[in-house]
């Protein structure tokens, strides 16, 4: 039995890794095994451990041992993991393993994301970053415009930028996270699809999916909401109620989506997330009404994005909410509005105190989150912006993991998180001022 096993005794692995399954791991669903550390090895993709991950040095919840140190990390702080057997690189079943959630195949590389950057290192970074995400949205802007006017676009040229912000998220990814927290309230839905599409990428990350893979779902992103170009603005901005023959041109945007996509020859994925992103796991979705896995996956996935990155932005027909909300939303709607698995995977991702959200702390203070420590989620860098009273401050960096009592207690906290615009400190502004600095 694995649970009696010691950690110096370290069996040999069956010759045939078709049979590790069988032989060592106790299964738990049809994707995941309960594996003994001693047993564990490089290519495994652990999805779980047997503690909270908060308090740990992994940075990601859920990874690929990639590492004999990640190994050595795990064997001297669990007994036993949780092993993800579609995302491992080797096959532990006798089914093909596929890592990716488009069913990339083992020997396909996955991607890394980088380390999270602090805030000597954010100016230069964000400065980085930025020419990829200005380009992008100037093109996806044109390319709005376009559609509005009936005219194609070539989907060449956007794969491109969307390459490039790629690109950008794999050398410096709280740099594009913290772009994707600069909220306006004046180009809503160019925005919102930027956003979606960074999301989106970072996601793939995440899951571990295939560069092009992750290309695709920042392309689907940038594009699922094509279809509101039909919609005339008043209707999508209007604070009241929607009349039924409103109602009717906003649930038909979906196949106003799909019709440009296919005409401007973007690829399947793409136009089925244009398309069915707003099905839900319930069967009460539109525009067809498909129920549970029935929706491509990529369709759900966006479906959470564009739900998670509406709630935490401004918009006039619904209050804003911080991501702390919007997250209790999404889990709420588990199984019913949004695919549950998915879900579990976004909030891994995302984590406790996003890079760019806004807090006040036990002190009274407000300030923003800069930094994350791997070992101590709750207690994150941070950047001071206003003081007790809420009067703006000269700006001040900590380390809230560094604050601590002469007993080893910290001594601030995170007292709750706070909308984009609390007590007038706007990330758009933060970060041109940052910039300027």
């Given at each position: 039995m694995l649970h009696c096993l010691k950690r110096d005794t370290v069996p040999q692995l069956a010759h045939d890794e078709a049979s590790f399954v069988t032989q060592f791991a106790t299964r738990i669903n049809d994707t995941t095994v309960r594996v003994s550390v001693n047993l564990l090895k490089r290519g495994m993709f652990v999805c779980r451990l047997d503690r909270p991950w908060l308090g740990t040095p992994f940075l990601m919840q859920g990874f690929l041992i990639e590492h004999d140190e990640e190994l050595q990390q795990l064997r001297a702080l669990c007994d036993q993991v949780y092993v993800d057997t579609q995302k491992s690189l080797i096959n532990l079943t006798k089914q093909s393993s596929k890592s990716s959630l488009f069913g990339r195949k083992p020997s396909e590389p996955v991607l890394k994301i980088a380390p999270d950057i602090d805030r000597e290192l954010a100016k230069s970074g964000i400065r980085e970053a930025l020419p990829a995400y200005s380009s992008t949205i100037k093109s996806l802007r044109q390319c709005f415009h376009a559609y509005s006017?009936?005219?194609?676009?070539?989907?060449?040229?956007?794969?491109?930028?969307?390459?490039?912000?790629?690109?950008?998220?794999?050398?410096?990814?709280?740099?594009?996270?913290?772009?994707?927290?600069?909220?306006?309230?004046?180009?809503?839905?160019?925005?919102?699809?930027?956003?979606?599409?960074?999301?989106?990428?970072?996601?793939?990350?995440?899951c571990g999916w295939s560069r092009e893979e992750a290309k695709t779902a920042g392309l689907?992103?940038?594009?699922?909401?094509?279809?509101?170009?039909?919609?005339?603005?008043?209707?999508?901005?209007?604070?009241?109620?929607?009349?039924?023959?409103?109602?009717?041109?906003?649930?038909?945007?979906?196949?106003?989506?799909?019709?440009?996509?296919?005409?401007?020859?973007?690829?399947?994925?793409?136009?089925?997330?244009?398309?069915?992103?707003?099905?839900?796991?319930?069967?009460?979705?539109?525009p067809v009404k498909r129920i549970g896995g029935q929706t491509p996956?990529?369709?759900r996935v966006i479906h959470i994005l564009d739900a998670y990155d509406a709630m935490i932005s401004y918009r006039p027909y619904a209050q804003q909410r911080t991501v702390f909300e919007a997250t209790k939303v999404l889990y709420r709607g588990r199984d019913t509005e949004f695919d549950s698995h998915l879900v579990d995977q976004f909030i891994e991702m995302i984590g406790v105190y996003p890079i760019g959200t806004l807090v006040e702390l036990s002190t009274g203070e407000v300030a923003v989150v800069i930094g994350q420590n791997n070992d101590a989620r709750l207690l994150p860098k941070i950047s001071i912006v206003r003081d007790r009273n809420k009067n703006p401050v000269a700006e001040k960096v900590a380390n809230l993991k560094e604050i601590r009592d002469p007993h080893g207690n910290p001594?601030?906290?995170?007292?709750?998180?706070?909308?984009?615009?609390?007590?007038?400190?706007?990330?758009?502004?933060?970060?041109?001022?940052?910039?300027?600095?």
């Amino acid at each position: 039995m694995l649970h009696c096993l010691k950690r110096d005794t370290v069996p040999q692995l069956a010759h045939d890794e078709a049979s590790f399954v069988t032989q060592f791991a106790t299964r738990i669903n049809d994707t995941t095994v309960r594996v003994s550390v001693n047993l564990l090895k490089r290519g495994m993709f652990v999805c779980r451990l047997d503690r909270p991950w908060l308090g740990t040095p992994f940075l990601m919840q859920g990874f690929l041992i990639e590492h004999d140190e990640e190994l050595q990390q795990l064997r001297a702080l669990c007994d036993q993991v949780y092993v993800d057997t579609q995302k491992s690189l080797i096959n532990l079943t006798k089914q093909s393993s596929k890592s990716s959630l488009f069913g990339r195949k083992p020997s396909e590389p996955v991607l890394k994301i980088a380390p999270d950057i602090d805030r000597e290192l954010a100016k230069s970074g964000i400065r980085e970053a930025l020419p990829a995400y200005s380009s992008t949205i100037k093109s996806l802007r044109q390319c709005f415009h376009a559609y509005s006017r009936d005219q194609m676009v070539n989907a060449r040229a956007l794969e491109q930028r969307v390459g490039h912000c790629l690109d950008a998220i794999l050398q410096n990814t709280s740099a594009m996270t913290w772009l994707s927290r600069v909220k306006s309230h004046h180009h809503y839905t160019s925005e919102h699809a930027m956003h979606v599409s960074l999301l989106a990428m970072v996601f793939a990350v995440h899951c571990g999916w295939s560069r092009e893979e992750a290309k695709t779902a920042g392309l689907a992103g940038l594009l699922f909401d094509l279809g509101k170009t039909k919609v005339p603005k008043q209707i999508l901005n209007k604070p009241g109620p929607l009349s039924e023959s409103e109602w009717q041109l906003v649930h038909d945007h979906p196949k106003w989506g799909r019709y440009y996509l296919e005409k401007s020859g973007f690829s399947r994925d793409v136009i089925e997330a244009a398309y069915y992103h707003h099905e839900r796991p319930d069967g009460k979705g539109y525009p067809v009404k498909r129920i549970g896995g029935q929706t491509p996956l990529i369709a759900r996935v966006i479906h959470i994005l564009d739900a998670y990155d509406a709630m935490i932005s401004y918009r006039p027909y619904a209050q804003q909410r911080t991501v702390f909300e919007a997250t209790k939303v999404l889990y709420r709607g588990r199984d019913t509005e949004f695919d549950s698995h998915l879900v579990d995977q976004f909030i891994e991702m995302i984590g406790v105190y996003p890079i760019g959200t806004l807090v006040e702390l036990s002190t009274g203070e407000v300030a923003v989150v800069i930094g994350q420590n791997n070992d101590a989620r709750l207690l994150p860098k941070i950047s001071i912006v206003r003081d007790r009273n809420k009067n703006p401050v000269a700006e001040k960096v900590a380390n809230l993991k560094e604050i601590r009592d002469p007993h080893g207690n910290p001594r601030v906290r995170i007292k709750t998180m706070l909308h984009d615009g609390s007590f007038g400190v706007y990330m758009h502004e933060y970060t041109r001022q940052l910039l300027v600095s």
